[in-house]
């Protein structure tokens, strides 16, 4: 019976109660008195839905006439009009009430709110019956949600730097190829380029020129000392750039001598609560400067981190070897230059005219050739590691793809086991489907329960992201901020990742459930082959564990290429060797802390020079050999050393003599490349001839052994060594390390003595070395962190895989057992099926990793030769760590009582 039916059933049986009373019949009134107002009937159509639309009509008709042959035409309508009225009800509404008919059978939208709630219930109670499922999924979903935020994060720090400052696509950096027998770039200019840019050319807004020292001693008039990064800059420089000025006078900012600015934090650390304005700092016992104003605090996503800035003319009195005024021919990587280009210039064009014009007008002929110059964009400078990046983009893609396996691994993992369940959930389907369930239904019935889960697992690994943010920071020495509130990007990319976690992971189980056959499921019939979920399944753990070995011989490659670059003979001695910084190289103190430090017990060796052996700074130069016409078309590197420097490091002469005690240029030693490039047939031609290095003449004495000046990256290069005093800015000092600290305390008293106002430090020669492979040692951690994530959530999958496995299985386990089957033939029942599956994914993963790896060995000029020994390390630590988690569930499956097992049936 119909709604509407129902509705006016109590007043027709009213009508014929009273009728049956009376036992009397009404006379029949005419035609006109025997249908119900028209307008009222319109009214009724109006408010009632199309499918009730007739019936409801047909029973008012019926009841009208009734009433009016008892009570008459007038008391009908009334009557008629108030049941009209009574209709106004929303599920008899025209909007609400739509109703399709489909092979006699009636279906009703439901209502969404209560159908929504019904899921929700449904969903808990399925999931608090299954802990172990639950748990599984939502540990592998934290761990993989987590390291995606973690991911996110350092790659977006990474793309922030210097994205704020004030026209950022007009700012470039100019830097200097230097052409020859083959390309070298370096990123600092020739001192006067700057000048001649700005002067020469109406291309640029601002030119800056900077010139970077690190570590350099800044003390108080109170002898307080500190040791800082430093700059000298011209005012162009915080022109072009948005470091903004929070006390002082504009007019100031690095305009006057002798003056300085410096940063918020410096200025805490110095002065604490004082006005910084005014006070006195001292550079290296050699520069008085008056800070003239603050800084506020450089961010951490710039490349700019010197917290002291001077005027660049004060570089002649502080440094003046970087300062030669006219001369074009000396570059060092911290002598730099910054241009913002005005409204309208394309970078490409001064690219193409402005800049070979400069080689042009300030060299001649040929040295044009050899000395050009480029711009590069502001963007560019963080990840362009050719130019001494700090990461590059390449890494950030390795980082990104690790991040979208690791949540790719806890999404295979869901499904794996949802689709296990599939069967034992099938009754359940069955039962639901029979009592008149659809597929929509059911399909998001599951999708409600992976939104759990899912959401679940989110709000545990931002929780987690937050604690283990710190160990991040100090593992990676960055500064990440994670600010889930303010960050729109972080946000977006939370609800993406989310909804994308959802979707995979449970749209495909969503749809196996769903389309269950009811009868099969009630009857017990179906199984994983008929479902299609046992391939699936194997085919997921192929894939989760070829990941997992992906990252393991990634790991392996770049484990095993670190300690090659650290344990190979580099060609000196790198081994018990400080260095100590000079804050005074003037030729009496020299003098005096070599005597002091010779009369040690525990020091065997004592040497002054530029750079060490092996080190990112060292600038290129032109050569000149012999009575050649014209310079050569290589560059050459020039050190600067005394002559203990061959002694201390043990650099071997293999022609000629060593360097003669001198405070000035006489004499160069040469190394083999330098011999090679010259074009000569033996060592010995090039012994006592005379050359001209940086525009300074000198005889060639010898020939050194080539040596790793610089990272394994990078192919030894032709290179010289000169004595020149005014460039010391290092002590080199061979030491016992059997008597370590007695030695330490003698450098430092003899330190004291000669630069008392300065602070004594020192660092170890290998320390150096290992810093040229900093970028490879947060990539090398990042895999090995996330390794082992993506082998722990694989396990977890596992695990979870083989106890669905031993329920399913566990009245044959019973029946084996009594028939004589011993633990190991139980244990092999369960391990011989996953260990074919992870072989099939070392067979995938091992080519993969191969090429991948040759990739990344490829930037490095020397490295350790892969052997077939990485792969089968990778393929045992996978067995290995698969075979404990599988034989450990597969171990209790075992050893239950067949007795137990077989009364259940």
Same mark, same amino acid.
């Given at each position: ?33 025997s249908q119900p107002p028209r307008w009222a ?45 009574? !209709? ?20 009703? @939208? ?10 929700? +219930? ?8 299954? @802990? ?16 995606? $935020? ?31 027998? +083959? ?96 006070? !006195? ?51 060092? @990587? ?23 014009? $400069? ?9 044009? +050739? ?19 990046? @700090? ?16 949540? !790719? ?23 639901r489907k029979a009592l008149g369930s659809q ?20 709000? %545990? ?71 299609g979920g046992f391939s699936l399944r194997k ?12 990252? %393991? ?35 009496? +103190? ?27 700074? %060292? ?16 560059? $050459? ?15 071997? %002469?293999?022609?000629?003599? /060593? ?18 490039? !010259? ?97 490879? /040692? ?128």
């Amino acid at each position: 019976m119909s709604f509407g039916t129902a509705f006016l059933k109590p007043l027709l049986e009213t009508d014929m109660a009273g009728k049956n009373k009376n036992n009397k019949s009404q006379p029949e009134q005419g035609d006109h008195q025997s249908q119900p107002p028209r307008w009222a009937e319109w009214v009724v159509t109006q408010i009632t839905a199309g499918h009730l639309r007739e019936e409801i009509l047909g029973d008012m008709s019926e009841l009208f006439q009734k009433r009016s042959r008892r009570y008459g035409y007038v008391l009908s309508c009334i009557l008629y009009v108030l049941e009209m009225l009574l !209709l106004i009800h929303p599920r008899l509404w025209r909007k609400d009430a739509k109703r399709t008919y489909k092979k006699e059978v009636i279906y009703s @939208k439901s209502n969404p709110i209560a159908m929504l709630n019904n899921h929700f +219930k449904v969903a808990y109670r399925k999931l608090s019956r299954h @802990k172990s499922y639950t748990i599984i999924n939502t540990i592998s979903l934290t761990l993989g949600i987590c390291s995606a $935020i973690l991911i996110f994060s350092l790659i977006k720090y990474h793309l922030s730097f210097d994205d704020f400052h004030v026209a950022k696509e007009r700012i470039y950096r100019v830097y200097t190829e230097t052409h020859g027998d +083959k390309i070298n770039y370096n990123t600092g200019v020739p001192n006067p380029l700057g000048r001649a840019f700005q002067t020469e050319f109406g291309v640029a807004e601002k030119v800056g020129r900077i010139a970077f020292l690190s570590k350099r001693i800044v003390s108080l008039s109170d002898q307080k000392k500190f040791e800082e990064d430093i700059a000298f800059a011209d005012p162009a420089f915080l022109e072009i750039f948005n470091f903004p000025l929070i006390e002082g006078g504009a007019h100031h900012m690095l305009k006057d001598r002798n003056t300085a600015l410096i940063t918020e934090q410096t200025a805490r650390k110095y002065f604490g609560t004082e006005d910084a304005v005014g006070q !006195l700092l001292r550079i290296d016992d050699s520069l008085m400067v008056r800070v003239t104003g603050v800084l506020a605090n450089l961010p951490s996503n710039t490349d700019f981190q010197s917290q002291i800035f001077i005027p660049f003319d004060n570089l002649e009195n502080h440094s003046p070897w970087m300062v030669e005024k006219d001369w074009w021919y000396s570059v060092n @990587k911290d002598m730099q230059c910054y241009v913002r280009l005005k409204p309208g210039v394309s970078g490409d064009r001064v690219a193409r005219t402005v800049l070979p014009k $400069i080689s042009e007008t300030h060299y001649d002929k040929e040295n044009a +050739k050899h000395f050009r110059f480029k711009l590069q964009t502001l963007s560019d400078i963080h990840f362009n590691t050719t130019l001494r990046g @700090k990461t590059d983009k390449k890494t950030l893609g390795t980082f990104a793809w690790i991040g979208f396996f690791l949540v !790719l691994t806890a999404c295979v993992n869901f499904v794996n086991l949802a689709t296990a369940q599939a069967v034992g959930r099938s009754r359940e389907i069955g039962v639901r489907k029979a009592l008149g369930s659809q597929q929509g239904s059911l399909f998001w019935q599951f999708m409600t329960e992976t939104t759990i889960i899912a959401t679940l697992g989110l709000l %545990i690994a931002i929780l987690l992201a937050y604690l283990v943010l710190p160990f991040v920071n100090q593992w990676f020495e960055i500064k990440l901020v994670i600010d889930l509130l303010k960050d729109k990007y972080l946000i977006g990319f939370v609800v993406v990742l989310l909804v994308t976690v959802i979707f995979f992971s449970g749209a495909y189980p969503g749809l196996i459930l769903a389309k269950m056959q009811p009868i099969m499921a009630l009857k017990g019939k179906l199984s994983q082959k008929s479902q299609g979920g046992f391939s699936l399944r194997k085919s997921l753990v192929v894939g989760q564990f070829a990941i997992s070995q992906l990252l %393991i011989i990634g790991t392996l490659f770049v484990t095993n290429q670190l300690r090659y670059a650290q344990q190979s003979d580099m060609g000196f001695e790198k081994e018990a060797v400080m260095i100590l910084p000079i804050p005074d190289n003037k030729i009496a +103190k020299i003098s005096a802390l070599r005597a002091e430090l010779q009369q040690s017990a525990g020091i065997e060796g004592v040497t002054f020079f530029s750079t060490p052996p092996a080190s990112e700074t %060292i600038g290129n130069t032109s050569i000149q050999f012999d009575s050649r016409p014209k310079a050569e078309d290589f560059a $050459i590197s020039l050190k600067a050393a005394d002559n203990q420097y061959a002694p201390t490091f043990k650099i071997e %002469i293999l022609a000629g003599r /060593n360097l003669n005690q001198s405070d000035t240029v006489r004499e160069y030693l040469l190394n083999e490349s330098a011999v090679k490039s !010259l074009g000569l047939a033996s060592i010995d031609e090039v012994v006592s001839k005379p050359v001209n290095v940086n525009g300074r003449r000198g005889t060639v004495v010898g020939v050194m052994r080539d040596f790793h000046f610089q990272s394994l990256r990078s192919g030894i290069e032709p290179l010289c060594l000169t004595t020149n005093s005014e460039n010391y800015r290092s002590c080199g000092v061979k030491i016992n390390m059997a008597n370590l600290a007695p030695t330490l305390e003698k450098l430092e008293k003899a330190w004291t003595g000669i630069y008392p106002s300065s602070i004594f430090t020192y660092r170890f020669l290998d320390e150096d070395i290992a810093q040229f492979y900093k970028l490879d /040692n947060m990539l090398l951690r990042l895999i090995q962190g996330f390794a082992a994530v993506a082998i722990f959530v694989g396990c977890l999958g596992l695990y979870g895989l083989v106890s669905f496995m031993a329920n399913q299985r566990t009245k044959e386990i019973g029946v084996r057992k009594v028939l004589g089957a011993d633990t190991a033939s139980i244990l092999w029942l369960f391990g011989k099926e996953f260990l074919m599956l992870l072989c099939m994914a070392f067979f995938l993963a091992a080519p993969l990793g191969w090429w991948i790896m040759q990739q990344w060995l490829s930037d490095f000029a020397y490295h350790f030769e892969p052997g077939a020994g990485i792969f089968a390390l990778a393929i045992l630590i996978t067995l290995l760590v698969a075979l404990v988690t599988v034989g450990f569930r597969s171990l209790k499956a075992s050893t239950i009582n067949p007795i137990k097992t077989l009364r259940s049936e």
